[in-house]
């Protein structure tokens, strides 16, 4: 009975690192999307037809920049926290 506990443990233990693994490999994706659709929107303000844009749409987009900034952010802390190498 005490080898099929610890079976079960050590096949637990064993799911819970996929798991893991699993979840930091979705947040790396994450940020590299994340830190591509920054550097896109970063390009599309230096553009010259960005200062057509209505003050309205300008501080939605600097907005939804500041925002995927503060993602990203999380998201780098928390692999590093977890001393993810980040490809």
Do not use: P
């Amino acid at each position: 009975m005490a080898i099929e506990a610890l079976e079960e443990r050590y096949e637990w233990e064993q799911n819970m690192e996929l798991y893991s693994l699993q979840y930091l490999i979705k947040c790396e994706y994450e940020m590299k999307v994340i830190t591509k659709c920054i550097g896109a929107i970063e390009v599309a303000l230096d553009s010259c037809e960005s200062k057509q844009l209505s003050q309205s749409n300008f501080e939605h987009i600097t907005t939804s920049l500041v925002i995927l900034k503060e993602q990203a952010k999380g998201l780098a802390d928390l692999l590093r926290k977890e001393k993810y190498d980040v490809l």
